[in-house]
């Protein structure tokens, strides 16, 4: 990247310096999110917080001579398990997938051979696994996806049942809110949202939300507060500590990305 393209947003760049950009050795990165509830105690944007809470940070500690860019944040995505509770905001599957096919189709139009989606919401986990599927046989690039929470957890900061059963506005998510934007939490709404997956986890063998086997759920079908784990044990140095245990691990991810050579994938086959 150009010196005048210190500017790591791709938003704040015009169309001549994406001009004078080295684009086919660029990392595009999409930060992508949601607008949903999150029990009665946190902002429905808590997702959309965190990612670009968190890009904020990988941004003050890239390295000089990354060529990474940031595309502008995807603040809503697929949330349809948390819509019988007001005030979330979802696109449809079919909706979300375009939008991000469309999104990458571009990307890919101006030479750029890489792209990182980078995600901080659950319900869009699936919906990236394909998009990163067919970015890769649409346009031929080498697209990656890395959820932000999927890249482990400080080790002693939260119990091993948070971890398992606190998925959703527990002590990990109310803990980072605390540092991000604690006036946006409501703790007088605090409480500890024991979640129905620990009564499937004792009554099932093989059933469950993450185990191998899956079943159709909605927020409501966990906890009737929309929220599951102790968010009476948060507080913001829990939340300062996962933040720059995340950043460390998302800034290696893309070093090791930008160190991926093309022949990663080929049109090649033995026939």
């Known amino acids: 990247m150009n010196n005048v393209l210190d500017k790591r947003f791709w938003e704040d760049l015009t169309a001549l310096d994406f001009s004078n950009m080295d684009l086919e050795n660029c990392l595009a990165i999409l930060p992508v999110a949601a607008i949903e ?15 670009i809470g968190l890009v904020e940070m990988i941004v003050k500690k890239l390295p000089k001579d990354s060529k990474a860019v940031f595309l502008p944040t995807q603040k809503i995505g697929k949330s349809n398990e948390h819509l019988a509770f007001p005030g979330t905001l ?32 659950g319900g869009n986990v699936s919906v990236l696994d394909t998009v990163t599927r067919e970015l890769r046989v649409k346009h031929n690039m080498l697209v990656f996806n890395v959820n932000w929470f999927g890249l482990g957890m400080p080790e002693g900061v939260y119990s091993s049942e948070e971890l398992k059963h606190g998925i959703h506005a527990g002590d990990m998510e109310t803990s980072v809110m605390l540092a991000l934007d604690p006036n ?14 620990i009564d499937i986890e004792k009554d099932f063998q093989h ?51 930008e160190s991926v050579p093309s022949s990663l994938i080929s049109d090649k086959t033995a026939y």
């Open 90 to 121: 979802s696109l449809s599957t079919e909706t979300f997938f375009a939008t991000l096919m469309d999104i990458g189709g571009c990307v890919a139009s101006y030479g750029i051979k890489k792209l990182m989606l980078i995600n901080s919401h």
């Open 37 to 51: 509830q999150h029990g009665p105690h946190l902002p429905v944007k808590v997702d959309s917080t965190i990612i």
């Open 207 to 257: 059933i469950g939300v993450n185990a191998g086997c899956k079943f159709g759920w909605q927020a409501q079908d966990l906890n009737e507060y929309g929220a599951c784990g102790n968010a009476k044990l948060a507080d913001a140095k829990k939340g300062e500590v996962t933040l720059e245990f995340a950043a460390k691990k998302v800034l290696k991810v893309i070093k090791e990305i």
């Open 184 to 197: 946006n939490v409501r703790m007088t709404e605090v409480r500890n949202f024991v979640p129905k997956t």
